[in-house]
């Protein structure tokens, strides 16, 4: 086998089979059949904090797990999902 592939998630990679095609998951990423877990390599993502500087809001994301903290009147109000959550996500999606 020559293939391999890079899992990059916080939780270990899983093989599923659904409609005949073999998936990684968590990240339901799509792979050749035949892939053995020992064709996957784990990379685990740095925990890290990003703050935004500009923002008089404190916002955190933490992109291995997407989650996000925003301490803003609009974190509360869409549930988590502010302006600025939404702008370090894109940010960080970007990479
Ligand atoms: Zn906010």
């Known amino acids: 086998m020559s293939w391999r592939y890079d899992h990059r998630e916080f939780l270990p990679p899983n093989l599923v089979q659904f409609n005949g095609k073999t998936y990684i998951v968590p990240g339901w990423r799509r792979v050749a ?7 996957i390599r ?6 890290s904090e990003v ?10 994301y ?13 974190y509360f109000r869409s549930k988590g999902n502010c302006k600025h959550v939404k702008a ?3 940010e960080n999606n970007g990479q």
Do not use: F, W
């Open 51 to 60: 703050p935004v500087p500009t923002s008089k809001y404190k916002t955190i």
């Open 62 to 74: 933490y992109p291995e797990s997407g989650k996000a903290y925003c301490d803003c009147m609009g």
């Open 88 to 90: 370090l996500k894109l």
């Open 33 to 39: 059949k035949g892939t053995r877990l020992s064709n």
């Open 42 to 47: 784990h990379v685990k993502p740095q925990i």
